[in-house]
């Protein structure tokens, strides 16, 4: 089965094509983050003209890169939400188009399920029930996946998401956008102990809070100015892998699981991705992460997640497919 994927949530347009589920044929993606770096944000309208730039040629590009043609795809798959409404658009009319014109199904996906399913891109994919940590830019969530489409929320953040923390510590250090990978690199110089900065609610249920952590951070970089930018780096990076590998941990025996998915953009950090691993592995749980390049946002997660819940369809009904810019990790947009 050929599926082609779009995605368009935020600020990269994404077309992948997927075979059964787990083979990428093909893995195209266009960054507008040059665009937007100006402007020291995303600036909505920006990223919905960039996405209606991009997207007819990543269309043909992915098309070309599988030696594919758009007669060849059986489902079209495509991000009805969360992001910003107005890039959602972009992708959800381009794929009503394609559906409509090839006479083939169109599924619209939850990103955050696609986020999940970027772990299922492997020869061994997990299996349930399972627990996922959920870190990106816009989303910080515990929940538990009791089976294919089942998801509950057990926790999730009370005001920044772990990577809008990244960013903006980030932006006080004057790195630059997007701060995850940036501050990840500046802290293999830095020594983890050298400022001790709060583990806010660490011992204190599922849900999280890292405005206090940001704040604190920026305080510190305008009080102290000749602290090492690598020290203060690092420092902030334990305090955030801390904090997640405790929730985790605690999510994991509350519900006794022994399966984490660690995803979203925050996965691709490879500190966080050891404390886990070092922490889960003394209390036999096992933590999946998808492969580097389908930790941030991409299509081929998309073309998987809509994949399987294909298969939990009996039929896909014939109906508008609506933006859902808030939608949440325990509903699926059909
Ligand atoms: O999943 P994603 O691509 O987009 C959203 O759905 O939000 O996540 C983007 C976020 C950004 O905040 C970025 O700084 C963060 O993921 N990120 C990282 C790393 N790579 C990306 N955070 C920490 N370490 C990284 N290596
Ligand atoms: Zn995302």
Redesign the pocket.
Known sequence: MNILAIES??D?TAVAIIQDGNRVLANTQSSQLKAHQKFGGIVPELAARMHTEKIHFLIKKALHNAALTLQDMDLIAVTSGP?LEGALLIGLSAAKALAATLQIPLLPIN?LHG?IYATFLSDSPPTFPLITLL?????TILGHCEDHFKFTILGQTRDD????A??KV?RALGLG?????L??AMATQGDPTTIAFPRAMIRDGLDFSFSGLKTSVIQKIAANPTFKKEDICASF?AAVSDILTQKALDACLKTTTNTLILC?????????QNQLQRIMSQHNITVITPQFDF???NAAMIGACAYHRFNTLDSIPKQEHLASPNLSLGICPL
């Open positions: 949530s935020c990269d992001g990103h986020h870190v990106s830019g816009g989303h998401a772990v990577g809008e990244f960013d980030a956008y997007p701060g995850g990978p501050i990840e990076q979203g953009g925050v996965s691709a950090n490879r500190y966080i930790c941030t946002d």
